[in-house]
């Protein structure tokens, strides 16, 4: 095969995987990004999933209750949990994670990438540190009312996210999934509530 052909090949396979990957990770649409999350970040959330879920090392949250009822004018709130993860971090290395990691060698797909498509360029760079995926659904859904990728201990909801969940008031249920990533790779987790957290929302 000419390096013309061969080329042709790439550009086709390339634009293959990149949909297929697009099609399954927009699904459900992507969440609100807080912190120093991103988009790259969520796709690898998205892939370690796959795995069984893992409690051992979830999250504490602590709010909202278990139950917790919110009435229909109540203003947004701001949800807290606390982290195995974060703690574990601060104490084995103190100023850790304000350095920036060093760059993995790039890819084959990565340098193709780059030199098909120039706006590769305006990616953030991978993201190393914890990341904390909340997602908000009714009973039985299958995709989230609300979600946000955050590398906070905290979500204080929009309005517009407090509103899309007073259309779907009554009980709802909070996930949170949490991992470490290091340059937008899972190496610890993905680590889940072992029970959703249940709380009601009153209808505006």
């Known amino acids: ?44 959330m998205v892939d370690a999933r796959t795995k069984a879920p893992d409690a051992s090392r979830a999250v504490t949250l602590l709010s909202p209750s278990e139950g917790e009822a919110y009435t229909a004018n109540a203003t947004p709130p701001r949800w807290e949990w606390t982290s195995p993860l974060h703690s574990s971090l601060q104490r084995s290395a103190p100023g850790a994670l304000a350095l920036a990691a060093p760059r993995a060698p790039r890819s084959f797909t990565a340098w193709l990438g780059e030199l098909l498509v120039p706006t590769a360029h305006a990616h953030l760079p991978p993201y190393t540190g914890e990341l904390y995926w909340v997602e908000v659904s009714t009973p039985g859904a299958k995709c989230p009312v609300a979600q946000v990728l955050t590398s906070e201990l905290f979500w204080q909801l929009d309005a517009t996210s407090w509103a899309e969940l ?4 009554g009980d709802l249920r909070v996930q949170v999934t949490s991992a470490y990533l290091k340059d937008n790779r899972v190496t610890e987790g993905p680590f889940q509530l072992a029970t959703p957290r249940t709380f009601r929302r009153g209808a505006p």
């Open 1 to 44: 095969m000419n390096p013309r052909h061969l080329r042709t090949a790439c550009v086709a396979a390339l634009a293959l995987s990149l949909s297929a990957c697009d099609a399954s990770d927009s699904e459900c649409g992507e969440p609100l990004y807080a912190g120093k999350a991103t988009d790259e970040a969520w796709r690898a």
């Open 166 to 169: 007073g259309k779907n008031a």
